[in-house]
């Protein structure tokens, strides 16, 4: 550890980087390690929580439990580093209602970034020995889609930087076994945000037929992948052409009204 922290410090001062950031276990954050760390440029550290209901952490063999998180966090917190917290969907015992109640509970901790990992099944794993024998069942894109959809305002809206949604592509994921994997799976949580707030947003104005204006760098995410969100209106009885529109920022959008 120290080996691999020295050489970060000296990437630091040749390259002017602000810091190191690192992920931990919970129960492995402790006053000689926080030293370790201090010394060596790390600026941030991240705790995987993955959950924090007790009994979702004793199924998958966590060896943790939500108090050491609480206790972990405190302890990053007291010694100024910047504090990120991580979280995994679909996880064996859990449920969609227990992935929200994790995100709260780790909003209360107050973290600087949150990362949210969909629960991937990939060989030679316990969690691919339980999916073979039927004893798990992992969730569908659309299920992870629809349940960050939910996380994502929850994070946001709470001041919390969300660095990361999904897994980095990578060669192992390309082979998994199972699983709600997508390589551009944050847009396709934005697309879904984006759909459901309009829909809502057109009930509540009574309309059927509508230009939809968006920031241009939210277009892609507004029409959806493969234009799947023009089809998912279409289907619920709307008529709506999406088009960019410069003066608008932020991921806005104004729905211009063609008729009822």
């Given at each position: 550890m120290t080996a691999l922290l020295e050489t970060a410090a000296r990437a630091c001062d040749r390259y002017g980087f602000a810091g190191v950031r690192c992920s931990t276990r919970p129960d492995a954050v402790d006053s000689e390690r926080r030293e370790l760390l201090k010394a060596h440029r790390v600026t941030a550290v991240e705790l995987g929580a993955?959950?924090?209901?007790?009994?979702?952490?004793?199924?998958?063999?966590?060896?943790?439990?939500?108090?050491?998180?609480?206790?972990?966090?405190?302890?990053?917190?007291?010694?100024?580093?910047?504090?990120?917290?991580?979280?995994?969907?679909?996880?064996?015992?859990?449920?969609?209602?227990?992935?929200?109640?994790?995100?709260?509970?780790?909003?209360r901790l107050r973290p600087d970034t949150m990362r949210i990992y969909p629960t991937i099944v990939l060989e030679n794993t316990a969690l691919c020995d339980w999916y073979r024998a039927g004893h798990y069942a992992p969730q569908t894109l659309d299920a992870a889609v629809s349940l960050c959809a939910r996380l994502i305002p929850m994070i946001e809206g709470a001041g919390v930087r969300l660095i990361r949604v999904g897994l980095h592509a990578s060669e192992e994921l390309e082979r998994r076994v199972a699983g709600p994997y997508h390589p551009a799976f944050m847009e396709l949580c934005r697309s879904r945000i984006f759909l459901e707030a309009l829909a809502a947003s057109l009930r509540a104005r009574g309309l059927r037929r509508a230009v939809v204006e968006v920031d241009p760098r939210r277009l892609s995410a507004a029409v959806g992948q493969k234009r799947g969100n023009l089809e998912a209106l279409r289907q619920m009885g709307f008529e709506v052409e999406i088009r960019p529109e410069a003066s608008l920022s932020g991921g806005t959008y104004r729905i211009r009204e063609t008729g009822r």
């Open positions: 993955q959950s924090m209901d007790d009994g979702v952490l004793q199924l998958n063999r966590r060896g943790h439990t939500a108090r050491d998180v609480e206790n972990a966090a405190g302890l990053i917190r007291a010694y100024g580093f910047e504090l990120g917290l991580q979280m995994m969907t679909g996880l064996p015992g859990d449920t969609d209602e227990k992935a929200v109640e994790t995100a709260r509970a780790l909003l």
